[in-house]
């Protein structure tokens, strides 16, 4: 596949990474792949739930809006710019084989770096005074930044672009969170604009045209996964958000109530919860259809059900 003199720069810095990992003998490898999963799912919303559940219930609103807008603007520059990832884009880029499974869709920009971006970089803004946190925070998203280019999924700008997107997704959070903080008519203008910025995403990305290449008579990149995906999600932000109005006008409970040790309990108990939903079966028609309903429900769990439960049951 044809490249231009922009990316062929990039795709040589990759192959240089790729030459570095070969003559260390691959000693780095298990370091970048474990740091590659602060970007991914589930340690940001572990992350998330322990300052929504524990910690400061603000913040963990601060990082999970982030983290929700940063997924809406990622999803549509991905589906926008159709860029292949670096192997499909040079057949010298060999990314490491672990890495492949979590590197789904198309490459620009980089879903690991927004990821971590909006959580790791949604905290050192919220805790700048505190430096030990701020720069293990800071630390983290380039080290999420540099693992993706180090593994051989993404090429810089992947990950340069996301993370600036992410940041505009940072600032536009912070807007939105003081909006919605002045009365209940703005909470709902918010939630209401979500909603709508969701389902267009919903549509804009099941409707539009996909480039269709082919390489030997095998299709290089299949868009239906994308489709597939950003529907599933969307169940997770609508249960989000009907669970944040749910908690904020019903339920308001207070995270820094209790002792250390209940609050351990407490966290403990949902991540558990929260593992325990993400593998019960739903009896639905069909695969996309169970997806979102049990992304519904997480998103209504870690907003709503949860401090429900924690509330009433004095957790």
């Known amino acids: 596949m044809h490249i231009s003199s922009w990316l062929s720069w990039q795709i040589d810095y990759l192959l240089f990474l790729q030459n570095f990992r070969d003559i260390s003998g691959h000693i780095f490898d298990k370091f970048f792949l474990y740091i590659t999963m602060f970007g991914e799912i589930t340690i940001p919303f572990w992350v998330i739930c322990l300052f929504y559940w524990v910690l400061n219930k603000k913040v963990g609103q601060f990082i999970l809006l982030s983290y929700i807008l940063g997924f809406i603007a990622n999803t549509i520059a991905k589906t926008t710019a159709c860029i292949y990832r670096p192997w499909i884009l040079d057949c010298r880029v060999h990314p490491l084989p672990d890495a492949i499974p979590m590197a789904t869709g198309y490459s620009f920009p980089s879903g690991h770096t927004a990821g971590a971006m909006s959580v790791w970089g949604g905290l050192a803004y919220s805790y700048w005074n505190n430096k030990i946190l701020r720069y293990f925070c800071i630390f983290i998203v380039l080290a999420v930044m540099i693992s993706r280019n180090y593994l051989g999924v993404h090429t810089p700008q992947d990950v340069v ?57 095998k299709i290089l990149y299949d868009p239906t996964p994308v489709k597939t995906e950003v529907i599933v999600r969307s169940g997770f932000i609508f249960g989000t958000f009907i669970g944040w109005l749910l908690e904020k006008n019903y339920i308001n409970f207070i995270p820094e109530n209790g002792t250390v040790l209940r ?53």
Do not use: W
Not at 195 to 209: E, G, Q, R
Not at 290 to 315: A, R
């Open 263 to 315: 609050k351990i309990l407490r966290y403990i108990l949902g991540v558990g919860l929260l593992i325990g939903i993400t593998a019960l079966p739903i009896p639905v028609f069909t695969p996309i259809v169970e997806g979102f309903v049990k992304f519904f429900i997480l998103g209504m769990f870690i907003t709503c059900l949860y401090p429900f439960i924690i509330k009433k049951c004095k957790i």
């Open 161 to 217: 672009v996301s993370f600036f997107l992410a940041l505009l997704m940072l600032y536009v959070s912070k807007k939105v969170i003081d909006f919605s903080d002045k009365n209940n008519k703005n909470c709902l203008i918010v939630v209401g604009g979500i909603f709508l910025a969701t389902i267009l995403t919903v549509l804009y990305v099941n409707i539009k045209p996909y480039p269709i290449h082919y390489l030997f008579g």
